[in-house]
C-alpha cells in the first residue's frame, strides 16, 4: 500500500510569531527605558538629598569654627584642611555628624586676618562702621575701596552720574541714569582717641562714580573736613583710593551708600608708600585684624561634596560694637535750637 504525504506551503502562522516577536522586542524595550528613567530619577533625587546634607554638614563647620574664633580658640590662619579637626585641634570630634561617619565635614580653613573687608547687599542710604587696623601696628598709608551696582539695576553705565565734580544730580535722574551708588567715607584715626583729636582728624570723603576718571586717587591732606573727588568706574564696578595724607596706625572708617544700593564692596589698605593708581582690592597683601574673618568649609555625605566659605564679623568680640550714629532712638527725639544772629539769643520750639 503506497502513502502520498503532501506537504502545504501555508505560511499564515508564521506572520503571527514574527509579529509577536517584533511587540515583544518593542515592549521589552520600552521597559528597559522606563526602568532606566525610573533609576535616573532616583539617582537624582538620592544625590540631591545628599548634597543638601554636605551643604548643612559644611554650615555646621561654619558655625563650629565660628564659635571656636570667638572663644579665642582660633587665633592664628589655618591653611591645612584637617589641623583643626584632628591632632587635639579646637573642632577635634565635631567633625562628624552621622552615626556611621557618612555625614561629616572634610575640610575647615580659617584666616581670622583677610586681606580686605568685604561687604555685601548695601541698601540706599545704609551706613556700617568698620575697623582697619594693619596686623603689626604698620601705618597706613593708602586705603581702597571698590564697589558693585545694586543687582536691581539692570544697565551698567556710569556716565550719566555727574554733569562735573560736585554737581549731584537730583534722586530722579540719578536712579533713571547712573548705576552706581556715591559712597561716602568718614575716616577717623583711632591711635589716639579724645574729643579735640575726633574734631580736628576726622576726615570725609565723597566718591563720585564716574567713567572719566582714570586714577580715583585723592589725599586725604584736604579732606578735612570733606572733599569730593571723582571714583574710577567701569561696566564692573568703581574704585577710588586715599593715597596720601594718612599715616596712623589704626583707623575707624563709616562707609555710607548713597542714592543707590551696592551689592558687592570691598575695602584694604596699602603700607606701603607712593601708591601711584588706584589698585584693585583682590591684589592686597596687607593682613586686617578685628574686623572680619574668613572661613571656608567642605561637607560631605557619601560621595556627594559641597564647600562653603563666609566671611564672619569680628566687631563685638574683640571690640565693643562700633554704633554708625553719635545718638539713636526708637522714639521721637524733641530738638531745641538757640541760635544768636548778631549776638542776640533766640530760642524756638519748646521740648516736654
Given at each position: 500500500m503506497v502513502t502520498n504525504t503532501r506537504l502545504s506551503n501555508n505560511q499564515q502562522g508564521m506572520a503571527a510569531i514574527i509579529v509577536t516577536m517584533v511587540l515583544t522586542i518593542?515592549?521589552?524595550?520600552?521597559?528597559?527605558?522606563?526602568?532606566?528613567?525610573?533609576?535616573?530619577?532616583?539617582?537624582?533625587?538620592?544625590?540631591?538629598?545628599?548634597?543638601?546634607?554636605?551643604?548643612?554638614?559644611?554650615?555646621?563647620?561654619?558655625?563650629?569654627?565660628?564659635?571656636?574664633?570667638?572663644?579665642?580658640?582660633?587665633?592664628?590662619?589655618?591653611?591645612?584642611?584637617n589641623n583643626l579637626t584632628t591632632g587635639g585641634g579646637p573642632l577635634t570630634g565635631k567633625d562628624t555628624l552621622s552615626p556611621d561617619g557618612s555625614v561629616k565635614y572634610t575640610c575647615v580653613l580659617v584666616d581670622p586676618t583677610p586681606t580686605s573687608i568685604g561687604l555685601s547687599n548695601l541698601s540706599a542710604g545704609s551706613a556700617t562702621t568698620e575697623p582697619l587696623i594693619p596686623v603689626g601696628g604698620t601705618a597706613v598709608n593708602s586705603i581702597t575701596v571698590t564697589w558693585t551696582k545694586d543687582p536691581g539695576i539692570t544697565f551698567n553705565s556710569a556716565s550719566y552720574c555727574t554733569s562735573g565734580i560736585g554737581n549731584f544730580l537730583s534722586k530722579t535722574s540719578w536712579d533713571a541714569n547712573c548705576a552706581y551708588a556715591l559712597v561716602q567715607l568718614d575716616v577717623v584715626p583711632a591711635d589716639t582717641i579724645s574729643q579735640a583729636s575726633l574734631i580736628s582728624s576726622q576726615q570725609t570723603f565723597y566718591f563720585q562714580p564716574s567713567n572719566t576718571s582714570t586714577s580715583g586717587l585723592v589725599s586725604a591732606v584736604s579732606a578735612h573736613p570733606a572733599t569730593i573727588t571723582l571714583a574710577n568706574c567701569s561696566a564692573v564696578s568703581c574704585s577710588a583710593s586715599i593715597n596720601s595724607g594718612l599715616g596712623a596706625g589704626k583707623y575707624y572708617v563709616r562707609i555710607h551708600s548713597l542714592y543707590e544700593g551696592i551689592s558687592d564692596l570691598a575695602m584694604c589698605v596699602n603700607v606701603a608708600v607712593g601708591a601711584t593708581s588706584s589698585p584693585n582690592c583682590n591684589s592686597a597683601t596687607t593682613k586686617l585684624s578685628g574686623a572680619q574673618a574668613m572661613i571656608d568649609v567642605t561637607g560631605r555625605d557619601q560621595d556627594q561634596l559641597r564647600r562653603v566659605q563666609v566671611r564672619v564679623p569680628l566687631t563685638g568680640v574683640n571690640q565693643s560694637n562700633i554704633p554708625s550714629n553719635a545718638l539713636e532712638s526708637t522714639g521721637s527725639i524733641c530738638k531745641l535750637l538757640t541760635v544768636g544772629p548778631n549776638g542776640v539769643p533766640y530760642t524756638t520750639g519748646n521740648c516736654p
Open positions: 518593542v515592549i521589552t524595550l520600552i521597559v528597559l527605558g522606563f526602568a532606566q528613567v525610573t533609576r535616573h530619577n532616583q539617582r537624582e533625587a538620592l544625590d540631591r538629598q545628599l548634597s543638601t546634607q554636605a551643604y548643612y554638614a559644611a554650615e555646621t563647620g561654619i558655625n563650629d569654627a565660628y564659635a571656636a574664633i570667638l572663644a579665642g580658640n582660633i587665633t592664628n590662619a589655618n591653611t591645612q584642611c
